[in-house]
């Protein structure tokens, strides 16, 4: 799955010449937290709530409204914004994405075109959302369960080949590393009602041990 999939099209995106007062209001009228900043199409910033906050008056100024919207909207964005921007490509895959957020502790990424262009910016929140699809929970009528299993070669091979004997089809399977022994394997299927017991009975035979199963 790829960034490019995922990611909102077509941002908003504001000029280095704008007022942080401007920037302020377009960010609260549709609750953006962050905010592109762009140049002839080109990336040259980015503005978050914080950076905003961070230039505005404390909350227990003697300032009016008036007063404070007067001063941010002296402020032009080309002050504050940060200019070393953390990008993704557009034809990175969602975990590259995930992996530069984490690494990086940023919320949010401004997606870039082999050219250079702004095309997206893509989120923690649509990572989160991409997880809970790939894992078929708004679906429902599903059953999962994790395995632990040896590290070793053919371990795949063989827990499909019982779920194929079985007449089950896997809808999903994701692996999770524990140790340099051991890994925990997540199959996700449709639900089998009363089959289920037979289904961990011959995994468990084959020496695959059933940590935990949930119908959801």
């Given at each position: 799955?790829?960034v490019?999939?995922?990611?909102?099209?077509h941002?908003?995106?504001?000029?280095?010449?704008a007022?942080?007062?401007?920037?302020?209001?377009?960010m609260k009228?549709?609750?953006f937290?962050?905010?592109?900043?762009?140049?002839?199409?080109?990336?040259v910033?980015?503005?978050?709530?914080?950076?905003?906050m961070r230039?505005?008056?404390?909350p227990?100024?003697?300032?009016s409204?008036f007063e404070?919207?007067?001063?941010?909207?002296?402020l032009k964005?080309?002050?504050?914004?940060?200019?070393?921007?953390i990008?993704v490509?557009?034809?990175?895959?969602?975990?590259?994405a995930a992996?530069?957020?984490?690494?990086?502790?940023?919320?949010?990424?401004?997606v870039?075109?082999?050219v250079?262009?702004?095309?997206?910016?893509?989120?923690?929140?649509?990572?989160l959302?991409t997880f809970?699809?790939?894992m078929?929970?708004?679906?429902?009528?599903?059953?999962r369960?994790?395995?632990e299993?040896?590290?070793?070669?053919?371990?795949?091979?063989?827990i499909?080949k019982?779920f194929?004997e079985?007449?089950v089809?896997?809808?999903?399977?994701?692996?999770?590393?524990q140790?340099?022994?051991?890994?925990?394997?997540v199959v996700?299927?449709?639900?089998?009602?009363?089959?289920?017991?037979?289904v961990?009975?011959q995994?468990e035979?084959?020496?695959?041990?059933?940590?935990h199963?949930?119908?959801?």
């Amino acid at each position: 799955m790829f960034v490019v999939e995922r990611m909102t099209k077509h941002p908003v995106t504001m000029s280095s010449d704008a007022t942080i007062g401007e920037v302020d209001r377009v960010m609260k009228k549709n609750k953006f937290h962050r905010m592109i900043i762009v140049e002839g199409g080109k990336l040259v910033g980015y503005l978050s709530d914080r950076d905003v906050m961070r230039v505005a008056p404390s909350p227990a100024t003697s300032l009016s409204k008036f007063e404070i919207r007067e001063l941010l909207d002296k402020l032009k964005v080309r002050d504050i914004m940060q200019k070393k921007v953390i990008t993704v490509n557009e034809n990175a895959t969602i975990e590259e994405a995930a992996l530069i957020m984490y690494n990086n502790k940023v919320g949010g990424l401004p997606v870039i075109s082999d050219v250079g262009a702004v095309v997206g910016i893509i989120t923690a929140t649509d990572i989160l959302k991409t997880f809970v699809n790939v894992m078929g929970l708004p679906e429902g009528g599903k059953t999962r369960i994790t395995l632990e299993v040896e590290n070793k070669i053919g371990v795949m091979a063989e827990i499909t080949k019982i779920f194929s004997e079985l007449g089950v089809n896997i809808d999903s399977l994701i692996t999770s590393r524990q140790d340099e022994k051991n890994y925990n394997i997540v199959v996700r299927f449709d639900t089998l009602g009363d089959k289920f017991e037979n289904v961990k009975s011959q995994l468990e035979q084959r020496g695959y041990k059933v940590i935990h199963s949930v119908n959801f």
